[in-house]
């Protein structure tokens, strides 16, 4: 069997489950370990350990998709104490740029190759395989993973050295938080004028101030406490890292700062635990105002 297709996964949640998933039904040779016995269990085809070093041990190439920085960190460091010499560490988690970048040197240092790959699609991305990898990391080791990559995804970029994949993650997920706050707060301000939602809707997608929320994510604004596929505790956690970022490139980023306030906010009225999609009720919560689109006009 070639080093490529042994393969581990650390942390089998809605993402690292799914990679962990596809990879084992590729024929990969698929270690996986979780703090929940049952999500490890849950794999087909995979083989389950009890920890990060025994894990370590027997994969080429380890995934990891975690919450933190600090457990990222965390799971990295055990990892390098058992994984031979040459093996590789890729980090599908959003994370901080910094984080990675000392990691990647202190794996260097033991011999190991860290690659950051975040990743956009979400956890349906994950499983129909329609992934886009945003990937920081030497030209070497990228190479040996691309082509894991390339299965479990639609697309893969390779930004430069560890810290841009990270940073262009950040990026994204600016773009998209922003452009859903905006939608949500500007459907605010029309139904308390009056407008009919389904009318405002229409109406920007015809003058051409829309954007992804309004084209295609507002048809579930009706959609209450739908399962969590990406937590807004997960997104004030990203919140925050994005101010980080833009410190320490002495970026002023006002609305940065917005949507952290929004997103702290959110979790403070106890959302935290509730999917993306059920940002639109702290935006009702803070304008009073039910957001509910009508049915289609008929033609």
């Known amino acids: 069997m070639t080093d490529a297709r042994r393969v581990g996964v650390v942390g089998l949640g809605n ?23 049952e999500r490890a269990a849950a794999i087909v085809g995979a083989h389950v350990v009890a920890s990060v070093a025994e894990l370590a041990a027997a994969a080429h190439i380890t995934f990891t998709s975690l ?31 910094a984080v990675n970048q000392q990691l990647a040197e ?18 349906i991305g994950a499983r129909g395989r329609t992934l886009v990898f945003l990937v920081g990391g030497d030209h070497e080791p990228v190479a040996q993973v691309r082509p894991l990559l ?6 893969t970029f390779h930004l430069g050295p560890v810290g841009t994949g990270t940073t262009m993650k ?12 905006a939608s949500l ?20 997608r015809t003058g051409g101030a829309s954007n992804f929320y309004i084209d295609r994510g507002v048809e579930g604004l009706g959609v209450r406490d739908r399962p969590v596929q990406f937590s807004l505790d997960l997104a004030a956690k990203d919140a925050g890292l994005l101010q980080d970022l ?6 002023p980023a006002p609305i940065v700062d917005a949507l952290a306030e929004v997103l702290t906010d959110a979790v403070a009225r106890g959302l935290g635990g509730h999917d993306w999609g059920d940002l639109v009720l702290a935006a009702e919560a803070r304008s009073g105002q039910p957001l509910v689109l009508g049915p289609e006009s008929a033609p």
């Open 15 to 37: 993402i690292g489950g799914a990679l962990a998933t596809n990879l084992a039904a590729d024929g990969h040779h698929t270690t996986v370990t979780d703090l929940d016995p």
């Open 67 to 97: 919450p933190t920085p600090d457990v990222v960190a965390e799971v990295a460091r055990a990892w390098a104490s058992a994984a031979a010499p040459g093996s590789i560490l890729v980090d599908c988690s959003t994370t901080s740029p």
């Open 106 to 123: 202190e794996l260097a240092v033991s011999g190991h190759h860290f690659v950051e790959a975040p990743l956009t699609g979400g956890a």
């Open 150 to 155: 390339d299965q479990l995804g639609r697309a």
């Open 170 to 181: 950040l990026v994204n997920s600016l773009l998209a938080f922003t452009s859903t706050w």
């Open 185 to 204: 707060e500007a459907l605010s301000l029309a139904a308390a004028a009056g407008i009919d939602l389904r009318d405002a809707v229409q109406a920007v």
């Open 246 to 251: 833009a410190a320490a490139h002495d970026v």
